[in-house]
């Protein structure tokens, strides 16, 4: 039997991050796995929840949660009311937030071994702060790209800064989410923070990357890079998953689609040696 509570704390720009915490009732072990959602995420899209049970009966303590500008709120966690957040958000902000959340879990499980663990972007921001901190035991990415900025369309910028803002389209709301210029004000001002292989080359913590064969948003080579900065990393290739490893959203099905539950196995495996 496994519990949830949530809680709210402060976050960037004095704005509320909603964390969840699932957990057996006696906290046995107290491994604590903290994990960050990907880019037009948030903590509860698709098998999320699920797989913080999944972890909590394995005596985890699972952790998770939105970051403070992802573009939901405390009163509508999984939907994107809050456009102008969104488009205020970057790469330093989620680190900062990321930071708040170590903080209260460091306050609230005294001596715990905490496991950095990420999806997507959420995947990047957990190797980054693996770099920054000196709290973090392993780190697990799925399906994370090994660099921040190479997506940015080099000759849309002039056209970007004159506009203040660009949008993306999110196909599963139909939203044109904007993303204003400061996104890549920051990018530039803060470089070598948000570099990634800086970040993976100088990671002395045991390291997982979990990748699918078949990803169209993050190709298979942006695993093999990271797995090539830190020769010391474990890379699980996933044959013939996608980016999200076979789930959806919203998410209704009793039993693991293949890729997640060998995603999932392998993780647990990692994280239990």
């Keep these: 039997m496994t519990n949830q509570q949530i809680f709210i704390i402060i976050g960037t720009g004095n704005r509320p991050i909603l964390i969840d915490v699932t957990y057996k009732e006696n906290k046995k072990g107290k491994r604590v796995v903290v994990f960050s959602h990907g880019f037009k995420g948030f903590k509860d899209w698709g098998a999320f929840n699920q797989i913080a049970e999944t972890f909590a009966e394995n005596n985890f303590v699972f952790v998770k949660f939105n970051f403070s500008h992802n573009g939901t709120t405390s009163s509508d966690p999984i939907d994107f009311v809050d456009l102008k957040a969104f488009g205020n958000n970057n790469f330093c902000k989620e680190l ?6 170590l903080d209260w879990v460091e ?15 959420g995947g990047g921001i957990s190797m980054l702060k693996t ?8 780190v697990v990415s799925w399906a994370s790209p090994s660099d921040f900025t190479n997506k940015i369309p080099k000759e849309r910028i002039a056209l970007w800064k004159e506009k203040g803002v660009a949008f993306v389209h999110n196909g599963r709301t139909k939203q044109n989410m904007p993303m204003y210029f400061q996104f890549y004000e920051n990018c530039i001002a803060n470089k070598d923070r948000i570099d990634i292989k800086k970040a993976v080359e100088s990671i002395k913590i045991p390291q997982l990357i979990i990748h699918g064969s078949e990803d169209p948003t993050v190709k298979l080579e942006e695993a093999k890079n990271l797995q090539k900065w830190n020769p010391d990393s474990q890379l699980h290739i996933i044959k013939g998953a996608d980016h999200v490893l076979g789930a959806f959203h919203p998410y209704d099905l009793e039993k693991y689609p293949t890729p997640l539950q060998e995603a999932i196995d392998v993780t647990i495996d990692f994280l239990k040696k």
């Design 96 to 101: 900062d937030d990321l930071g708040f959340v």
């Design 131 to 138: 770099a920054e901190e000196n709290r973090i035991s392993k």
């Design 107 to 121: 306050e609230n499980f005294i001596n715990a071994e905490i496991y950095l663990f990420g999806h997507s972007r």
